[in-house]
């Protein structure tokens, strides 16, 4: 091997680990410049995975010397749940009737870091008044962007760092869908490259990176009310990858690239108002409605992935409303319409029992056999996850008119209601 040969090998080696290290050195400067999410961060509605369940050991008592309130800061109303990732808490508001806004508070103290808005606000009818007239859909964080439901049916994208607007997609203006009456209510969902929505009168499927629409199926009719209440999942069920949403009229599975029904079943509910997220239990789906009834819906593959089907698999007359529920060991805990907990056991279809009655709604977090409970009145309940009985393990006055979902990142749980967010901290 000839000198000039060995010398020029020794030197593209080193130019070749000179660029590598600049690449490497390149995108940890790049990853740095926005917030890193971590296993713990609460990243959309009902959490990381959203069914309301994260790993945790919670101590049995809700004390300030136990649970800590850390710091407190005023904002205008919203039903949006807070999101927490990384060093922020992101929340929306509705402010001066006429705007919609979104906040990243620096998490170490509350402190606004920045804020991005436009002009979106809107009056629900008068029969609705008592449900307020601002801003409900939780935003979706995903890969350094916020996806943020605006309440006149428009998706906003922001970049989470510094909460400039990428895109923003407005139904009514684009394919001319009336507002609906009460308001976006649906949660986006981000999954790969894409964002699902209950919007524009139909499950809605945008290319996350541009706002373009992809397809829209599951037409939900519109109506006096429209718009379609509940927030879209995705999971296995017999063999096959799907969404799985609850419209006005409908529980259906659908195949994510066609937009295409791959099984139906109508679900009963006051005015079509089905509000509950999906719970998937195996390849079974729970859900349990105002006005109809608490059920568990099969579905099977009858020889393909494209030929599935759905069947009732029980029915018990109980009324669900707001509260979407957690699954722990086979068992279904939720909060019903006439202000009770109740415990399903999932395989038997049997009521195991009925608390006594509480606020009108809570929002669920479970972790390992507790479960902790914030209801609209701003009490916070702490849940021993027992299928015999009901066990309250402690509770603390937490805020007021809560009707936002709480969010737990880590030892932080952030108490979102119509006038503040405070964040509380675990002391163990």
């Known amino acids: 091997m000839s000198l000039l040969f060995r010398l020029t090998t020794v030197t593209i ?31 959309q509605w009902r959490g990381p995975n959203r069914d309301g369940k994260i790993k945790a050991d919670w101590p049995d008592s809700l004390k300030p010397e136990v649970l800590k309130k850390t710091w407190t800061t005023p904002l205008g109303p919203s039903y949006s749940g807070p999101l927490v990732i990384g060093d922020y808490v992101y929340v929306t508001e509705t402010r001066d009737s006429k705007y919609e806004v979104v906040q990243a ?11 991005s808005q436009w002009e979106g606000a809107m009056r629900v009818p008068f029969f609705a008044a ?22 006149r049916d428009v998706v906003v994208c922001l970049d989470a760092k510094q909460g400039d607007i990428l895109w923003k997609v407005d139904f009514p203006k684009k394919i001319g869908s009336a507002v609906p009456s009460f308001g976006f209510v649906c949660s986006p969902l981000v999954d790969g490259d894409f964002v699902y929505v209950q919007a524009g009168g139909a499950l809605t499927k945008l290319n996350k990176k541009t706002g373009d629409i992809v397809w829209q199926g599951m037409k939900d009719g519109g109506g ?6 509940s927030s879209p999942v995705i999971a296995e069920i017999a063999g096959k990858r799907q969404g799985v949403v609850l419209t006005r009229n409908n529980l259906c599975g659908v195949d994510l690239g066609s937009g295409e029904a791959l099984w139906k079943m109508p679900i009963k509910a006051f005015r079509g108002m089905n509000i509950l997220t999906p719970t998937i239990f195996g390849d079974n789906v729970f859900t349990s409605t105002y006005g109809g009834t608490t059920q568990l819906i099969n579905v099977a593959s009858s020889g393909g992935a494209k030929e599935m089907t759905a069947s009732e698999k029980w029915n018990v007359a109980s009324q669900g409303y707001m509260t979407s529920p957690v699954i722990i060991d086979g068992h279904a805990y939720i909060h019903l319409k006439n202000q009770r907990f109740a415990c ?7 009521e195991k029992w009925r608390s006594k009655t509480f606020g009108k709604y809570s929002s669920l977090v479970a972790a390992g056999d507790k479960i902790l409970a914030l ?26 008119d809560s009707w936002a979902h709480i969010a737990v990142s880590g030892k932080d749980v952030v108490v979102r209601d119509l006038k503040e967010v405070s964040l509380f901290k675990w002391n163990k």
């Not at 130019?15 to 790049?30: E, H, K, P, R, Y």
């Not at 008592?130 to 309440?151: F, Q």
């Open 375 to 400: 209801d609209q009145r701003g009490e916070l309940l702490l849940i021993k996850a027992n299928t015999e009985e009901f066990e309250l393990l402690d509770r603390r006055k937490v805020g007021d």
């Open 130 to 151: 008592a449900n307020g007239s601002w801003i409900r859909s939780t935003p979706t964080y995903e890969d350094g962007k916020l996806y943020v439901a605006g309440m």
């Open 344 to 350: 399903f056991d999932l395989e038997a279809g049997v």
């Open 224 to 229: 006096m009310n429209g718009g379609a209440f």
């Open 105 to 115: 508070l620096n998490r170490k103290d509350g402190k606004v870091a920045w804020t």
């Open 13 to 43: 080696l080193l130019l070749t680990g000179m660029q590598t290290s600049f690449v490497s050195a390149q995108a940890a400067n790049d990853a740095a410049k926005k917030p890193q999410k971590a296993e713990a961060d609460w990243t």
